[in-house]
């Protein structure tokens, strides 16, 4: 890594070479997230192109937006939180919404993904009859043993 005018080495220069190639063939709005498990707060900043001050304002007004704090004390980042800031991003930015209506939006999309169904396969009515079917011819042959 190379040191910025502070002598601190920049969030860029962490990249990986992939990471880099990758992120120039993204679309230009597009984000790409480095995979890390953890982001500080001006790494997140650069990434979703907001001062970091944002970022701190929005964890005050979205529950969903919780990073750690490190040792140091220092707020970090996961993946999930960074996915959360881009979606807040474009809520405010992109669709128009206000803080609140961004709020509820966020509620009712987590509330729609806890009671999703669950992820069954749809079968047709001569699927269920044939491994009904064979359930039976199952329940006859160890009820045979057992009797035998």
């Known amino acids: 890594m190379r040191p910025n005018r502070a002598g601190k080495a920049t969030f860029r220069d962490s990249m990986s070479a992939r990471a880099r190639a990758i992120a120039k063939a993204a679309k230009p709005d ?25 970022l701190r304002f929005w964890e005050s007004e979205f ?15 996961r ?11 474009k809520l405010l930015y992109d ?3 206000t803080i609140a209506g961004a709020r509820q939006h966020l509620k009712e999309q987590k509330s729609a993904k806890d009671q999703s ?7 047709s009515a001569s699927d269920l009859k044939q491994i009904k079917q064979g359930l039976r011819d199952i329940l006859t042959i160890l009820s045979s043993k057992r009797s035998g």
């Open 117 to 123: 169904v669950l992820p069954f396969p749809a079968r």
């Open 30 to 54: 597009e984000v790409v997230i480095p995979d890390k498990l953890y982001f500080r707060i001006g790494e997140v900043a650069e990434l979703c192109r907001l001062p970091a001050y944002v």
């Open 63 to 77: 529950a969903q937006l919780k990073p750690t704090k490190g040792s140091t004390g220092q707020r970090m980042y």
């Open 79 to 89: 993946r999930k939180d960074v996915e959360t800031v881009l979606l807040i991003k």
């Open 95 to 97: 669709e128009g919404f």
